[in-house]
């Protein structure tokens, strides 16, 4: 009876010992998990100030508003690639959109004319927020709240184009001036240039920007 006793105690002791390591186990796993989004959070908070985004909102959804809402998009980022070749900083680039937003827009308006449209169209610098984008292979970019050109055509009820104006990575953008790997540095340069690589941080910071959107309303 003793030893049948004995054999139940060490039983339970040693389910009570693997149940302790499992628990351990299991807070280690997620204090490590928080650890690494936060810190991925905090780098994708790092990313957002180095960035100007292009947000241009077509007329309609019509194929020609769509189309001319990217005729306009080409013409704003050769305009913005020669404009930004002498910005080094995101301060930069939005001091040189201040001063030229008024040629901005009359190259807008014009394209818009040249197109055979006579629809009004906005341009202003302004905070918006984006999802999470996936330019290319090469380059995604967190969700969140960014500097933005802001591009109205006509009514601005159409599908919208989103890109980057600095660094100018969009298409039709020069080759002069800086470049991701210029305004980043090695971490953030890590982030944006493996979307695959961080596919759950991506979704875990669009999450919670919309729950912080939702909670600010």
């Known amino acids: 009876m003793k030893y049948r006793e004995k054999h139940i105690s060490n039983k339970k002791c040693r389910t009570e010992t693997m149940l302790a390591i499992i628990k351990i186990a299991a807070v280690s796993v997620c204090l490590g998990t928080v650890l690494c989004m936060t810190a991925f959070f905090a780098r994708a908070d790092s990313i957002r100030p180095c960035v100007l985004r292009l947000h ?25 690639s020669a404009l930004f070749c002498s910005a ?24 818009i004319a040249k197109n055979g449209f006579d629809y009004s169209v906005s341009v202003t610098l302004e905070k918006s927020r984006f999802n999470t984008r996936r330019y290319g292979d090469d380059l995604t970019l967190p969700a969140g709240i960014y500097d933005a050109v802001k591009v109205k055509i006509g009514s601005g009820e159409g599908h919208n184009w989103w890109c980057v104006m600095f660094p100018p990575v969009c298409v039709g953008a020069a080759s002069d001036g800086k470049k991701m790997e210029d305004v980043l540095n090695e971490e953030q340069l890590d982030v944006v240039s493996n979307g695959s690589k961080y596919r759950i941080g991506f979704k875990s910071v669009e999450i919670f920007e919309e729950i912080k959107e939702f909670l600010s309303k």
């Open 56 to 80: 241009v909102l077509a007329n309609s959804d019509s194929p020609e508003d769509q189309e001319l809402k990217l005729k306009v998009r080409d013409r704003l980022l050769e305009c913005g």
């Open 88 to 111: 080094d900083s995101l301060c930069d680039a939005e001091e040189l959109v201040n001063e030229n937003i008024a040629a901005l827009e009359s190259a807008a308006r014009e394209e």
